[in-house]
């Protein structure tokens, strides 16, 4: 894959792509294989160095509105055949998603969801605690109410998945510009005339923001409000387990947010601290690991004591109603926008480059996203919240 530092960059390409994580080479991508040429990735750092670096990635399509699990879907057709389309093994395991539920009220928001996803072609269903059990034998189904499983859910590895389609837009003649950064944007009138980078500058017509949780400093060097807020999300990972894991869902704890799958020769936990505070800092802490440990010792009792050798720390790129950003500007027809997904982008990521290309042909794409325009917080047409989980 042709990646480097580039001492001068292209001095002019079609579409510039700024962001090197999962949604900008699945963007890229996508226009390339669509025949889209002259196209420039921009990353300041390494390819997948932001969000998109965890080491396992969550891929379901339990949603509660139609858009979402419109995305989430695609997506998952789109991961079951990365081997042949870009062609890359990301390590997929379809082992499900398995919500835990200790309400009557979060079992009757979770069936709706259900008989939605279900309309929409998504497997899932609302199951027993005792089967729950039988699916994670960690779970303790002491208080538990039901809970909600789709076999077609799993994970994967985003690193794979990011070099998988880097590769594969590479080879359809994607420049791709690492330790680059965008130092500002140049507009005449209504139109975007250049990107300025600390490697140079390249004169172009469309820029396509996929910057992440940095993505409100890149549309504010063009005047677009891009809502997005960087919270701080962490993981650990146990001591190798003897004897092995059994192969579980990716289970989630509703009410806790605490949550843990199968990761290589033991098992991943994570939580999401309500008390985290908004910044870039992604040192890892161990202290919010207490707070699985509590959940854990309620939810699922053996995990609580098990050892863990370190962890990881990474950002979620939040908006206002924890839904995506994904358009183009109204007032400045050559910026588009696909970002705040708020811990979902990785899933939608396939989906989404779809859209990012038939956005900028000018064509329908395979769903209305318009509902996900960054101008919805100006008229007051927020979407639902989605849960902010996993």
């Known amino acids: 894959m042709s990646s480097s530092a580039f001492r001068t960059v292209p001095a002019s390409a079609d579409v510039v792509i700024v962001g090197g994580g999962v949604m900008g080479v699945s963007t890229a991508f996508h226009l390339a294989e669509a025949g889209v040429r002259n196209i420039v990735v921009v990353e300041r750092g390494e390819l997948g160095c932001g969000s998109s670096g965890k080491p396992i990635g969550g891929v379901r399509a ?19 055949d990365f081997p042949h389309r870009p062609g890359a093994d990301i390590r997929l395991d ?34 027993s605690p005792d089967e729950a059990g039988r699916l994670c034998p960690y779970v303790s189904t002491d208080g538990l109410v039901a809970a909600v499983y789709s076999p077609a859910d799993g994970h994967a590895r985003p690193g794979l998945v990011v070099q998988g389609y880097a590769r594969a837009a590479a080879h359809a003649g994607v420049t791709i510009a ?14 975007i005339t250049g990107v300025h980078t600390d490697q140079g500058r390249i004169a172009c017509s469309t820029v396509i923001c996929a910057a992440g949780a940095w993505s409100a400093r890149i549309g504010d060097m063009v005047g677009v409000d ?3 807020r960087p919270v701080r999300r962490q993981l650990a990972f146990t001591a190798p387990l003897t004897p092995p894991a059994p192969r579980i869902p990716f289970t989630i704890d509703f009410s806790s947010t605490a949550y843990f799958h199968n990761s290589d020769d033991g098992l991943l936990f994570g939580l999401a601290d309500p008390d985290q505070e908004e910044g870039f ?40 109603d924890h839904n995506a950003l994904i358009g183009r500007s109204a007032e400045l027809p050559g910026f588009l926008y696909a ?4 811990g979902h982008g990785f899933l939608q990521a396939p989906a989404v480059g779809e859209v990012m290309r038939d956005l900028y042909l000018e064509r329908e794409p395979f769903t209305d996203i318009s509902p996900l325009g960054a101008d919805r917080f100006r008229h007051g047409a927020e979407i639902r919240p989605e849960a902010h989980v996993v």
């Open 281 to 320: 800092d992604t040192t890892w802490t161990p202290h919010w690991l207490e707070l699985f440990r509590t959940a854990a010792r309620h939810r699922a009792p053996a995990l609580a004591d098990m050892r863990t050798v370190g962890g990881w720390a990474g950002l979620y790129e939040v908006t206002p």
């Open 339 to 342: 970002t705040g997904f708020s």
């Open 94 to 127: 379809t082992v499900g998603y398995l919500f835990l539920l200790d309400s009557d009220r979060q079992v009757s928001d979770f069936a709706a969801g259900v008989e939605l996803q279900n309309g929409l072609g998504v497997p899932s269903r609302v199951i």
């Open 62 to 80: 339990q949603f509660s509105d139609p858009l979402n699990i419109e995305l989430g879907n695609r997506s998952l057709r789109a991961y079951r």
């Open 178 to 191: 690492t330790h680059t950064a965008v130092c500002g944007i140049d507009t005449a009138g209504d139109r």
């Open 226 to 228: 891009l809502p997005v």
